[in-house]
């Protein structure tokens, strides 16, 4: 192409859509590095949510939802903890036990996650956040005895019930039936279950002896 058709072109170019070659590049580029102000903080609650359910309720559900979430997200981690760090004859059972709880724990986190956006609220969600929130208190980084990740665990277990149990019944009293639902068909049921896996493991029973 001659000097005379290139000029050509570049105006062309620049006449149809009022960006050069070097703009047109850039502006193909990826835009890294993006901050803005939050769209809606924690603990607010979005107003005129059409699910027939007043924003008071709604703002009640969210706070509890929030605190049994956060619960449950360290629950669920002390799962993968014991999972990795498990050791002696129970290894292998506890091992996959432990992994096993672990991901029912995935779902219910991601169901009350889910809860608290559709009420129109915002669910906790990174670690630091949740370690601000949780009641259930922080083991230490290293390893412990099987009866001591049990009673962590256990102990996990009876704080959400017992948090579980309150909120499902003031949700029900409130008329928020599909908090109430969640509380009662998945988390307390799951928990409960999942307890009486626990539990099981802490009776003293002699392989080859009869008591
Ligand atoms: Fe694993």
Redo the contacts with the bound molecule.
């Keep these: 192409m001659n000097d005379q058709k290139m000029h050509v072109r570049e105006n062309a170019i620049t006449e149809s859509n009022g960006k050069s070659e070097s703009e047109r590049f850039h502006h193909t580029q990826p835009k890294l590095g993006k901050r803005a102000h939050e769209l809606q903080h924690f603990g607010e609650v979005m107003t005129r949510l059409r699910i027939g359910l007043s924003d008071e309720v709604r703002s009640q559900s969210v706070t509890e939802l929030n605190q049994i979430l956060a619960d449950s997200m360290m629950l669920r981690d002390l799962y993968?903890k014991h999972?990795?760090q498990v050791s002696g004859i129970t290894f292998r059972e506890l091992?996959l036990l432990f992994?096993e709880h672990y991901e029912d724990q995935v779902k219910l986190v991601d169901a009350l996650a889910e809860r608290i956006q559709i009420l129109g609220g915002v669910a906790v969600a990174v670690p630091q956040d949740v370690a601000e929130m949780t009641r259930i208190l922080r083991p230490p980084k290293g390893r412990e005895e099987v009866p001591v990740q049990l009673s962590r665990l256990l102990e996990a277990h009876e704080a959400i019930l017992t948090a579980a149990r309150d909120s499902a019944a003031r949700s029900a009293e409130r008329g928020d039936d599909g908090t109430n639902d969640l509380l009662v068909s998945g988390v307390i049921r799951t928990n409960e279950m999942q307890v009486w896996f626990l539990f099981e493991h802490l009776i003293e029973e002699p392989l080859t002896e009869v008591k």
């Design positions: 993968k999972h990795w091992h992994d």
